[in-house]
């Protein structure tokens, strides 16, 4: 019996090693109370049976009728009931943005602060539930464990742009050929990488990249800007123009403090940076296509600056943001009328 009472004691040591360290403790405890109770009945059991010993040894058996035999079998103690055996702790599978929580019934996919549950229930029936846990999430995000250096690449800004004279005029008189339309006058800004570096609690950010800026202004006019001259010139086309653009592309580097309203979520932040740039050109261009479709392009100058410095300044919330870039350099050269300074704004997309 003792040899039936330890094998019925071990078969739940099986899974000892998977409890926690509070189950373990526990079960230890109703074991040694089960070896308490045990060796109480044992006890008992052995002074039964030498009652027993000693009553069959004052027996007369050369007279012994089974009729007149009157002798009560001591009673057996009952064994004490194993302790139960506790429940599976359960195990917890990482997958990118949350957890799987699997235990002998329940599945529970925990994914931000959404959890859906699947209860296998006692007739059988799964039963699943999904719900938002408002308070989950929001201390899982310690500021410790934020980077403090963190770097997005492919980052896309598309806007408008344009060149004003002095208090903003779109005006230049004796140079209206010069004066792009602002509403086809586009430029689109590829960030090859942008990174950030904690300066203040993961609030506030010095941020710094590298971007290609590919700028186009066009124009209304019949005239084209001339190549090879220290001036704005033009010259007249006798066919009528579909198309008379200027393109120039320039390579640049940022440098902006950025405020976080809300670092540990930025899909949820409210961000702004201002700052500035810097852009050296890598190259412009003019190009024309006439109404039969004849195409037309020279590669020079034209008189624009090649270096390019200015103020820039973002704001939004997530991922999304308006920007706008003012340049403190002329949009030409020194000393080439008219005196001009370049402007964009726009919608910057920070996937």
């Known amino acids: 019996m003792k040899k039936l009472l330890l094998f019925l004691m071990m078969m739940p040591l099986a899974a000892f090693s998977q409890w926690t360290p509070q189950q373990q403790e526990e ?147 004796g140079y209206e050929p010069f004066e792009p339309n602002p509403g086809k006058s586009w430029v689109v800004n590829i960030h090859a990488f942008n990174q950030r570096l904690n300066l203040i609690d993961h609030h506030l950010w010095l941020s710094y990249g590298l971007f290609f800026e590919f700028n186009s202004y066009k124009y209304n006019s019949q005239q084209v800007l001339v ?47 201002a700052g500035g740039f810097f852009e050296y050109m890598m190259g412009s261009r003019v190009k024309v296509k006439t109404t039969s479709n004849d195409k037309v392009k020279v590669h020079d100058d034209f008189n624009v600056n090649p270096i390019r410095y200015g103020l820039s300044f973002r704001a939004g919330y997530g991922f999304v943001n308006i920007y706008a870039m003012y340049g403190l350099s002329t949009f030409l050269k020194n000393d080439v009328e008219p005196v001009t300074y370049p402007f964009s704004a726009g919608l910057a997309f920070e996937f």
């Not at 001036?231 to 403090?257: E, I």
């Open 27 to 173: 079960y230890r405890k109703q074991m040694d109370q089960m070896r308490q109770q045990m060796d109480q009945q044992m006890k008992q059991l052995q002074d039964s049976l030498r009652q027993m010993e000693k009553a069959m040894n004052e027996i007369d058996w050369s007279a012994f009728d089974t009729a007149q035999f009157n002798f009560d079998m001591p009673g057996i103690p009952p064994v004490p009931p194993l302790p139960p055996v506790p429940p599976s702790p359960g195990y917890t599978e990482p997958f990118p943005g949350g957890e799987v929580y699997t235990n002998d019934d329940t599945t529970e996919v925990r994914w931000g602060k959404w959890h859906v549950v699947v209860h296998e229930g006692d007739d059988g029936e799964d039963k699943v539930k999904v719900y938002k846990d408002e308070n989950c999430c929001e201390d899982e995000y310690d500021h410790e464990d934020l980077k403090n250096i963190q770097t997005k690449f492919l980052l896309l800004d598309i806007g408008v742009n344009n060149y004003f004279g002095k208090g903003f005029d779109s005006h230049f008189p």
């Open 227 to 273: 190549a090879d001259t220290n001036a704005v010139a033009f010259s007249t086309y006798d066919v009528t123009l579909k198309k008379n653009k200027l393109s120039t592309d320039y390579v640049g580097v940022p440098l902006m403090l950025r405020y976080e309203s809300n670092p540990s979520h930025l899909g949820n932040s409210f961000h702004v940076s």
